[in-house]
Nanobody, 115 residues
Framework: QVQLVESGGGLVQPGGSLRLSCAAS????????MGWYRQAPGKQRELVAV???????NYADSVKGRFSISRDNARYTVYLQMSGLKPEDTAVYYC?????????WGQGTQVTVSS
């Protein structure tokens, strides 16, 4: 089993920044993908950004140039640096780890962008 614990959400004004963190623990092997997804009220969960064990990244078009994903393999931790936040970024952000085709999810952290 794998457990994911997120932190760093909150309320921020438009144009502001936030950094999310997600620490993984449990039965983790070398090759796995970590990432962030989000779900706004009334909408489906969507990909925000992912990073492979080798450091390859992929971003949703809506966040390219504003968000940056990174990971610390020694600490089994993934980060999401969010800048230039917009009201439409408001959502619950979920950490994800995919290992051997199995998805693990964190409990979610609320990000609210509002003046």
């Amino acid at each position: 089993q794998v457990q994911l614990v997120e932190s760093g959400g909150g309320l921020v004004q438009p144009g502001g920044s936030l950094r999310l963190s997600c620490a993984a623990s449990g039965s983790i092997f070398t090759i796995y993908v970590m990432g962030w997804y989000r779900q706004a009220p009334g909408k489906q969960r969507e990909l925000v950004a992912v990073v492979t064990a080798g450091g390859t990244t992929n971003y949703a078009d809506s966040v390219k140039g504003r968000f940056s994903i990174s990971r610390d393999n020694a600490r089994y931790t993934v980060y999401l640096q969010m800048s230039g936040l917009k009201p439409e970024d408001t959502a619950v952000y979920y950490c994800n780890l995919n290992q051997f085709g199995t998805n693990y999810w964190g409990q979610g952290t609320q990000v609210t962008v509002s003046s």
